[in-house]
Structures are given as structure tokens and as C-alpha cells.
């Protein structure tokens, strides 16, 4: 199973983009979803999360009011608004799911579907 991650490109700084990850096929569910990304030469890291429920979310203090996360549960799509876009938000922006709930929603090891990752890159 695998999530369906697009809507990257190359804008640049002080733009916007907004991500898109589609789950395959209106079965599937979730306990949470989020978001990931990994910069050249760098760790993945945690970029937001939303309880796919309740609705509640969390971000890296990095982006935190700049992106919002959100989720349209008709669509079963998971949604990432990026605004005020920098430099180094470039990376390869990953959707994730988890099939089980946990405490530590920022942690890559809780989700066990991913997407094949979309490329933001933001000149200066």
C-alpha cells in the first residue's frame, strides 16, 4: 500500500505550494497522517501531523505558522499549505500514515505506509 504524494515544483522564496496525498482507495484508514521531509544530505525530519478523527495537529516549530496541514476525509486526502516559503524548506516532502494510535506522532518509526515523496525547491 502507497500513498500518492504530488503537488511539489520550484517557487521561490516568500511563494506558496500545496501538497497533496491521496490515500489508495476510500477503505483505507488511519489513526493519524503527516507529513516528512528530507533535505540533501540531511535526516528526515518531522514536518506536521493531524489526527485523522479529531482533526487536532501539531508542527515543527520551523514551519509553524507558515504551513498548515490539513485533511479532506470524503476525499480520504491529506493535504500540506505551504506559505512564506524559504530556502531551506527545500526537500523531498513525504506523506505518511499510521494504522495504530501512538504518543509520539512526530516520530518517522510510527507510520507504516508512506508515499514516494514530492521535490519543493525554493530559490532565493
Known amino acids: 500500500v502507497q500513498l500518492q504524494a504530488s503537488g511539489g515544483g520550484l517557487v521561490q522564496a516568500g511563494g506558496s505550494l500545496r501538497l497533496s496525498c491521496r490515500a489508495p482507495g476510500q477503505s483505507f484508514s488511519s489513526f493519524f497522517r503527516g507529513w516528512f521531509r528530507q533535505a540533501p544530505g540531511k535526516d528526515r525530519e518531522f514536518v506536521s501531523f493531524?489526527?485523522?478523527?479529531?482533526?487536532?495537529?501539531d508542527y515543527a516549530d520551523s514551519v509553524n505558522g507558515r504551513f498548515t496541514i490539513s485533511r479532506d476525509i470524503a476525499e480520504n486526502t491529506l493535504y500540506l499549505q505551504m506559505n512564506s516559503l524559504k530556502p531551506e524548506d527545500t526537500a523531498v516532502y513525504y506523506c505518511a500514515a499510521s494504522d495504530h494510535p501512538s504518543f509520539s506522532k512526530a516520530s518517522a518509526e510510527e507510520y507504516n505506509y508512506w508515499g514516494q515523496g514530492t521535490e519543493v525547491t525554493v530559490s532565493s
Open positions: 493531524i489526527a485523522w478523527k479529531s482533526g487536532i495537529t
